[in-house]
């Protein structure tokens, strides 16, 4: 069982439940993928090796730099002609 509790892993997220969703997530599908495991845990389930990873500080979230989404760079460049 996770050891983990929400209140303790909602910090890491910068309080936000949608962010640590989507880190648990991330993470998760690279595990699935092959990444190896960033802690020493005996449950198979990868949604729980996440979990634990970012609770104990392995996995950091990433914010996302600038404000435009991506993309957008073409449409800028199309408006300025």
Do not use: H
Not at 14 to 22: D, V
Not at 40 to 67: M, P, R, W
């Amino acid at each position: 069982m996770l050891r983990s509790t929400v209140e303790k892993l909602l910090p890491r997220s910068n309080w936000s439940i949608y962010k640590l969703s989507r880190m648990a997530a991330t993470r998760a599908l690279e595990l699935a993928d092959g990444k190896r495991k960033l802690v020493d845990l005996t449950t198979d389930k990868l949604t729980s090796i996440a979990l634990q990873e970012i609770a104990e500080g392995k996995i950091e979230l990433k914010e996302a730099v600038g404000n435009a989404p991506a993309g957008n760079e073409k449409a800028e460049e199309e408006t300025e002609e």
